[in-house]
């Protein structure tokens, strides 16, 4: 009797995607720690327009879990999130004894000193928001990476810039609401998230105000900001 080879899983070929110029990133796994939508939904067209798979995780809880289970090719780590420092998880991943092949930081804030902070936790390149260019993108990881995981003849540098959808940036504005009605209102976090935000959007004056927060907001302050933000969810209502 012949052998069903559906059920033993024989001679069939197991398919690994090939780096292409059109799919440089092809048959990778990218690991995106990101709490903003938005910033992760230009990464997400990014990835896709390169060939590789994404995957998410929103704060280091998150990372750690996914982690556990997979290895990716790249990661990418936000500096602000939720419950602590993505230069914790970048130091953590830099002496992992399996690491990620290329280790990248992203960061909204002062690039020199954002940069300087991620490459001394161990990673290997630094993405400055907003990342908008595929182009941009697509080189920081290919020249970590080993020749042999490049793709084969010219490679068309993209300069177009990918917009993410603007439903991503109202749930980050929403989600910035939901922190301050907080009565345990994390104000250092609020104010890197609100700036990641304002550069990805290139909302100059959500930038300025999100720059001048005090280090605790008074009613006034809050109730300023609260106004602000709100307007800009109408606003995106609207379109």
């Known amino acids: 009797m012949d052998k069903d080879h559906r059920s033993t899983g024989e001679d069939i070929p197991f398919f690994h995607p090939t780096p292409t110029a059109e799919r440089p990133l092809a048959g990778m796994t990218i690991l995106v720690v990101e709490d903003s939508r938005f910033a992760s939904e230009a990464l997400r067209l990014m990835c896709l327009r390169s060939g590789a798979r994404i ?14 289970t997979y290895r990716p090719t790249v990661a990418v780590v936000d500096l602000g999130l939720p419950d602590g420092s993505g230069l914790t998880l970048i ?38 928001k907003p990342v908008e260019s595929l182009g941009a993108f697509q080189s920081e990881i290919l020249r970590h990476l080993p020749a042999e995981m490049h793709p084969r003849g010219p490679r068309d540098l993209a300069a177009a810039a990918l917009e993410p959808d603007r439903l991503a940036l109202r749930e980050d504005l929403g989600h910035a609401l939901s922190l301050l009605n907080s009565d345990s209102l994390p104000t250092g976090y609020l104010r890197r998230f609100l700036l990641g935000l304002a550069r990805s959007a290139h909302d100059d004056g959500l930038e300025e105000t999100a720059r001048a927060l005090p280090a605790r907001l008074a009613h006034e302050d809050r109730a300023n900001l609260r106004a602000l933000l709100a307007d800009r969810v109408a606003g995106l209502a609207a379109v």
């Open 55 to 68: 995957r998410r995780a929103d704060c280091l809880a998150s990372a750690h879990r996914h982690l556990n």
């Open 91 to 128: 130091a953590e991943m830099h002496r992992d004894s399996t690491r990620v092949p290329v280790l990248l930081a992203t960061s909204g804030a002062d690039r020199a000193e954002a940069e300087r902070a991620a490459l001394q936790a161990g990673a290997d390149g630094f993405l400055p």
